[in-house]
């Protein structure tokens, strides 16, 4: 069992910053892929990137690449979003997710077995 406690979002311009963090309890984050997803309102609930159990593999969906990372730390059972140059698109509730199948982290929901209660992030224009 994997708990994740999102934090990080708020109300920023456009062209601003922010860093999400998710913290993990348990001993076993380092076997878990992770990602994070947003759902804007009315709208599915969509890939925005993932990382491997070692940090070393990383995808993005295409409409953040350039702007956003993903990192995390494993020794402290973090992991994290940094999202630069926000537009007034990238408005959502924002989720960490973990999952524990093995291979390379993968973008469909169905894969993560544990979600985070999400955070709130604004784009103002």
């Known amino acids: 069992q994997v708990q994740l406690v999102e934090s990080g979002g708020g109300l920023v311009q456009a062209g601003g910053s922010l860093r999400l963090s998710c913290a993990a309890s348990?001993?076993?984050?380092?076997?878990?892929?992770m990602g994070w997803f947003r759902q804007a309102p009315g709208q599915k609930r969509e890939f925005v990137a993932t990382i491997s159990r070692s940090g070393r593999s990383t995808v993005y969906t295409d409409s953040v690449k350039g702007r956003f990372t993903i990192s995390r730390d494993n020794a402290k059972n973090t992991v994290y979003l940094q999202m630069n140059s926000l537009k007034p698109e990238d408005t959502a509730v924002y989720y960490c997710a973990a999952s524990p199948r093995f291979g390379v982290p993968g973008a469909d929901p169905a894969e993560y077995d544990y979600w985070g209660q999400g955070t709130q992030v604004t784009v103002s224009s």
């Open positions: 348990g001993r076993t984050f380092s076997r878990h892929n």
